[in-house]
Structure formats: structure tokens, C-alpha cells
């Protein structure tokens, strides 16, 4: 197991619809099978409109900390979304966190109707080197589009998450994890969500 300070603090961000909620899931559920006392805190906007979404997870072997991660301690950000990864950086980040973030934007009402602009991903991950000590990029909808069904992005994020460097989970909990979440789906999605899992997602 790698060697962190407690507690160790993920945010995984992105919006509405997005599957955090499950994401967050599966990582307390490998975590919890690794052994760690979990706790998870969700912050939530306008999430049924594409409104923000956090979800907060802290473990520790030792105690349970209080649920939301308090402002610049994030030892992993993950974000379904270029600008909320900038947004959650911005706030939890510091000069040692990692970044995994999706490169495939969302764009929010206000920029369909062209009544604000939406920032060059290349500007969006500049900005993110900026606040954070390493900052991996992927296209995870893409991926996930390979692997069958696009809305799986959010297990080829976990599936990076998995890789991460300093992460004091194994691979094998998420695929336990995973398992059980799959438990009652259809043939079909079970089988998007393993191969969305399996695709190699290399952060190195």
C-alpha cells in the first residue's frame, strides 16, 4: 500500500448526469474493502439542469474525519469535466494534488445560446498545472464511446483513478467494487461497464 498522510482526501467533480454518484460509490466500496474508514460528503448545484456535482470521500485507518474536504487539502481531484476540474482546483487543490480530468466539455446553457464563452481546454488544463502538482488529461467520453456507451465515462475515470500514482487502493478493490455495483445490471451493461474498465487508460 502506498504511503499517504491522513486522512486521504478525494473530490471526484463534474455535473449533473454525469454518474458521480455512482463513481463515488464504487470508490467507497473499494475503499471500504481495502480496509479504510470511509466517509463521503456530495455538494451539489443545479444537478437535475447540469448544475455541479462533488463528492467528497476521506480515508483514513485510524478515524472518520468529517465529510467534506476542507479547502486546499484534495490529494486527488477527478473531474468528469474540463471547467468544474478548474472550478474544484481552484478551491481544493494544492502544489501536491493530482488532477485527472476529462477532456470532453459540457457546455452549460448560457454557452449554447452564446451568451458566455467556454474556455479552450488547452487553456483549462494550463490553468490546472497552475494550481496543482501533476495534472493527467484523457478523453474518458471517447473511451467510453469505444467501449459502447458514452454515459460509461465515468468508469473509464475510475479505471484512471485505479493507476493513480499514491493511490493507497489496489486495482483488484475496484473490480470487486465494481462487481457488486454491476450485480443487478443487464448482460449488456454489465458488459459496457467491465470493457469500459478494462480499456487501457495509461497516466504514466
Not at 20 to 48: C, D, H, P, R
Not at 91 to 106: H, M, Q, S
Not at 130 to 140: I, K, N, T
Not at 172 to 189: I, K
Request: glycine letters at 10%; proline letters at 5%.
Amino acid at each position: 500500500m502506498a504511503q499517504f498522510r491522513e486522512p486521504y482526501n478525494l473530490i471526484i467533480t463534474g455535473v449533473g448526469g454525469q454518474g458521480n454518484i455512482m463513481a463515488s460509490g464504487l470508490v467507497a466500496l473499494a475503499a471500504s474493502a481495502a480496509g479504510f474508514k470511509v466517509v463521503v460528503g456530495e455538494t451539489y448545484g443545479a444537478s437535475q439542469r447540469g448544475g455541479s456535482v462533488a463528492s467528497h470521500i476521506r480515508l483514513s485507518l485510524r478515524q472518520s474525519y468529517g465529510p467534506l474536504v476542507p479547502y486546499g487539502q484534495a490529494d486527488v481531484i477527478i473531474s468528469f469535466e474540463p471547467l468544474e476540474a478548474l472550478r474544484t482546483a481552484a478551491k481544493y487543490a494544492n502544489l501536491e494534488t493530482v488532477v485527472i480530468v476529462n477532456t470532453a466539455p459540457v457546455y452549460p446553457v448560457s454557452v449554447i445560446l452564446k451568451e458566455a464563452d467556454y474556455p479552450q481546454t488547452e487553456d483549462i488544463i494550463e490553468g490546472l498545472k497552475s494550481l496543482a502538482g501533476r495534472v493527467f488529461s484523457l478523453d474518458a467520453t471517447g473511451l467510453a464511446r469505444e467501449a459502447g456507451d458514452p454515459k460509461a465515462q465515468n468508469i473509464v475515470m475510475i479505471n484512471a483513478l485505479s493507476n493513480c500514482p499514491g493511490l493507497p487502493l489496489r486495482r483488484c478493490h475496484f473490480e470487486e467494487a465494481l462487481d457488486e455495483f454491476l450485480a443487478g445490471a443487464s448482460s449488456e451493461q454489465f458488459a459496457i461497464n467491465r470493457q469500459a474498465f478494462a480499456l487501457a487508460v495509461n497516466l504514466g
